[in-house]
């Protein structure tokens, strides 16, 4: 019952930047269902759905080699909030990308997705 609003997605050139955000609500009062793990994948149409970048309550992160030392991911504990900072975006970056967070009690949830579009 956690419900994830995502936003930020858009066409940029390649080399350009984009900032997606991915803001959750819903049953997370109770302490069962306090969110430990927000991130990302990504996916094209008819393609499996690809690991981009997670982050935990404490600050861990973890970034797909596709992506590393390009994009980061920080999150607002306070605001139950996680956003996707893409530099250098490259036309192989084109997919929808889809946010998730999972609580404490092990169920996850998934965003809407937004899509990102890199022209070459």
């Known amino acids: 019952q956690v419900q994830l609003v995502e936003s930020g997605g858009g066409l940029v050139q390649a080399g350009g930047s984009l900032r997606l955000s991915c803001a959750a609500s819903?049953?997370?009062?109770?302490?069962?269902?306090?969110?430990?793990?927000m991130g990302w994948y990504r996916q094209i149409p008819g393609e499996q759905r690809d690991f981009v970048a997670v982050?935990?309550?404490?600050?861990?992160?973890n970034y797909a080699d596709a992506v590393k030392g390009r994009f980061t991911i920080p999150r607002d504990n306070a605001k139950n909030t996680v956003y996707l900072q893409m530099n250098s975006l490259k036309p192989e970056d084109t997919a929808v990308y889809y946010c998730?967070?999972?609580?404490?009690?092990?169920?996850?949830?998934w965003g809407q997705g937004t899509q990102v579009t890199v022209s070459s």
């Open positions: 819903g049953s997370i009062y109770r302490s069962i269902y306090r969110i430990n793990t």
């Open positions: 982050i935990t309550t404490g600050g861990s992160t």
């Open positions: 998730y967070a999972a609580k404490v009690n092990g169920v996850a949830d």
